[in-house]
């Protein structure tokens, strides 16, 4: 079983930058995606950013060219750097990683508020 913790999240003004980070234990040496989805207020849960474990990345249009996704392996942590922060990008983020024959692990979310 993996257990996921995000961290990072917080209250910054428009055109800020957070970096959230999540922490994965146990075991996901089978695992092929981690990603970030983010759910704000009366809204669906929706992709943010996804890192493939062959190292493909893939975004929202709405975060491509201020977002970016990375990882440390030795860590098994993935990053989600976001710069040019919009009150729109105001959210609940929420840390995934989808493994061979294993239901999708989650954390606990993190807030991102993003006003002025």
């Known amino acids: 079983q993996v257990q996921l913790v995000e961290s990072g999240g917080g209250l910054v003004q428009p055109g800020g930058s957070l970096r959230l980070s999540c922490a994965a234990s146990g075991s996901i040496s089978s695992w092929y995606s981690m990603g970030w989805y983010r759910q704000a207020p009366g809204s669906e849960r929706e992709l943010v950013a996804q890192i493939a474990r062959v190292g493909s990345t893939n975004y929202a249009d709405s975060v491509k060219g201020r977002f970016t996704i990375s990882r440390d392996n030795a860590k098994k942590t993935v990053y989600l750097q976001m710069n040019n922060l919009k009150p729109e990008d105001t959210a609940v983020y929420y840390c995934?990683?989808?493994?061979?024959?294993?239901?999708?692990?989650w954390g606990q979310g993190t807030q991102v508020t993003v006003s002025s």
């Open positions: 995934n990683v989808r493994a061979i024959a294993t239901p999708d692990s």
